[in-house]
């Protein structure tokens, strides 16, 4: 044809058939469940928002991310590049009709213009849920639960959620005697802990951070404390206990640890993780993280408190609190190690036609599965031979057929073949609504 | 604050709070549920697309809306217009590993900068299912019964399918002795006969499309004939058994309207109706429309035949058969009459705590309700006021409110206040769960 169309699907974007929706839809389900168990509501933002509520917020690299453009009317306007953004700008625009605490989860798809590699994309999902205009720290561990519980529910058994508080490594950086302009830049080289070992942090802290070796020791020596969570938390309560931010965010921890007690959360869930630092700057209080440890998945999700960034949107502070699940991480986990069983078509069966005269008969036993809920897909070419017919079920994996021939139409009966074991067997349609519905 | 950011939404879109998210949950699911057990499979495709798919497909009014700009590669890209154009690139992308017949659905968001006014939006959901790969018009006919299904169980009791073919008009205008090229401006001008009536068509197609007094009174004396279907049919082929397009469009009525007796689908449902049209010009075959008949709603879906238009992106003819509900519309309806009950919050229960030494108890119904799937809101603020508590669940509309103060813990009760009675009650742990559950 000369004038066909070229077709290709831009890079870095996936087209999603029935497998690919289906496990998506399984992950994003159980999220939206728990979320909702937790009292939290959905909010959906547009695609497209006015560019100033991203620009000059997320730093140089995200900006040069943006799909950002004018609109036919000269606007500046962009694709959402994260869910929270938009948050904070509704939350800004119904400050006055929104009842705080505001628990809201959001999943969305973003864009953000990713050198294409793999498990890289242009377009995917995010899975936010915050608690917006509350302090209460209480907030935070009732998140932590909320993300055990939804991880649990998809099928997770060894993961776990490494807690830390900002405001603690602020004290000890306070405490190691660094100055708090430091603070940003020392917490992305701490981040790399458990990446590249003590040794290396500590060159890192040296050259690239210009922070004293024995500056450095000081602040490494109290992060890689180990031992139980109490235990841990009274070590460094001892040593900080002259620097209000660390007795701060150590009464907060406690806050937490003792919820997840009541709870009788187990233990092998959470973990205290001094060295935890979240890379973001914006976090102000507890953070944390869910990481998979089978295999070598790592962070699933960053969360933590960021009690500064709604009021830059409201002109007044808003307390918040919450995280992101990585539903593109989640999903390729899933799928690659084969956790959850989804078929490659939705049909159940197959209602093939024997002949013209006979669709009617097959069209009736079509119509009474469909009416007991059974996914049918009806053959929709009579003049078609069975043996086609039959061939179609088998390349879409269909598991059973559906056969009415003129014996079946006199017996009042129809034939059943299943298609994996070839196996087929004459039942009444009563019998055989029975046997789709519990097969 | 000097620095504060201004926020505002673009014109034309949205914030769905958890009231439109989840009525427009309740429609999407309803069609998902219908389309499936019909075999029909999920199909998403990205946001953006090359604009090429688009451009100089849907005609000069289309392209005026098209978000088009270019990305940081330089290519010239847009955000989709419609569904049905990705599906068409898919389908060419994968042409030799998808199975056909295809019947896929798709229900995505699309983008037009539409002037925004009263029901017109920029962002809005599409809602498409289509048979791919098959020009039997069984599958047209599984379609309209799907849409009445889907129709019903969203809870609409009065609308109907108005049924057409566009080879019947073709060959109703061949018999009447108008020209083949002056088809699409015929029936652009025949689809207003139920709102402007036939005098007014009459005077657009002897006026604007200059079609003779005579050669117009044939066509709308044809396509006003009114009847049973089958008397209707008879009437239709006894005129126009010369004309071999129209005779092939009844056969294939009659094939639809046969399928629908063997199911035995309420004629009130369904109409013959040799006026309907559909606008748009790459109809081949039967065109149907769904139209709500309570209230001036009018048609909710637009359908039919299109075996052309696949073709351009494959290379090679791909018949195909389908439709889109209008979301926006039904969403709009079902608000704006109530048809379902949505809450306006998420939160089943609100668990107040009364101060802090009992925050424990608190948190421990709370996390015993979400174990019995209760959507609960725990209160985070120990110290708050229970007056401030309760006033929290007022405003936020939570109907049950749970009081656990000293005596309860006593007793081993807690109290249950219902928020829109104002009655209380004391109820051991287990009556709670048992009342929460069965309220």
Same sequence: chains 1, 2.
């Avoid at 004290?171 to 190691?176: S, W």
């Avoid at 004293?212 to 031992?227: A, M, N, Q």
């Avoid at 205290?272 to 914006?282: K, N």
């Amino acid at each position: 044809m000369a004038d066909q169309i070229k077709v290709q699907k831009l890079a870095g974007f996936r087209d999603y058939f029935v497998e690919d929706v289906k496990i998506r839809e399984y992950v994003i389900n159980i999220f939206k469940k728990v979320f909702e168990k937790y009292g939290y509501e959905p909010l959906e933002t547009p695609a497209l928002e006015n560019s100033n509520i991203f620009v000059g917020e997320l730093g140089d690299e995200a900006e040069k991310l943006f799909y950002r453009f004018k609109d036919q009317g000269g606007r500046d306007i962009m694709l959402k590049y994260d869910v929270m953004t938009p948050m904070c700008r509704t939350v800004a625009e119904n400050i006055n009709n929104i009842i705080f605490p505001y628990k809201r989860y959001q999943i969305q798809n973003v864009w953000r213009s990713e050198k294409p590699q793999k498990g890289r994309f242009r377009e995917f999902t995010q899975c936010d849920a915050d608690t917006i205009g509350s302090s209460s720290v209480i907030c935070d561990a009732e998140f932590i639960q909320m993300g055990i519980e939804a991880l649990t529910n998809i099928g997770f058994k060894e993961f776990r959620a490494n807690i830390n508080s900002r405001k603690l490594l602020s004290g000890i950086i306070q405490f190691a005697g660094a100055s708090e302009k430091e603070f940003i830049p020392i917490c992305i080289s701490i981040d790399k802990l458990p990446k590249i070992g003590r040794e290396k942090v500590k060159k890192e802290l040296i050259e690239k951070r210009k922070i004293s070796p024995e500056v450095s020791d000081k602040i490494l020596d109290l992060i890689t404390l180990t031992g139980e969570t109490e235990e841990l938390l009274t070590k460094l309560k001892k040593q900080l206990t002259n620097i209000p931010i660390a007795m701060e965010a150590i009464d907060e921890l406690e806050i937490i640890f003792d919820y997840f007690k009541t709870v009788k959360l187990d233990k092998k869930f959470y973990l205290f993780t001094p060295f935890i630092a979240r890379g973001l700057a914006y976090y102000t209080g507890p953070v944390w993280e869910f990481e998979i440890l089978e295999g070598e998945v790592g962070s699933v999700a960053g969360c933590g408190r960021y009690d500064n960034i709604i009021g830059k949107f409201v002109g007044k502070e808003v307390a918040a609190t919450g995280g992101s699940f990585g539903i593109e991480r989640l999903v390729e986990v899933i799928k690659s190690r084969k956790m959850i069983n989804i078929s490659s078509t939705i049909g159940k069966v197959l209602v093939t036609i024997f002949d013209k005269e006979l669709f009617d008969n097959s069209l009736i036993v079509a119509d009474e599965l469909r009416k007991n809920n059974i996914s049918t897909i009806l053959y929709p070419v009579p003049t078609d031979k069975l043996d086609k017919q039959l061939k179609y079920a088998n390349k879409k994996n269909i598991p059973y057929v559906i056969i009415i021939g003129p014996e079946e139409v006199v017996n009042g009966k129809v034939v059943l073949k299943d298609m994996k074991t070839g196996e087929q067997q004459k039942l009444t349609q009563q019998d055989l609504i029975k046997f789709l519905i519990s097969n």
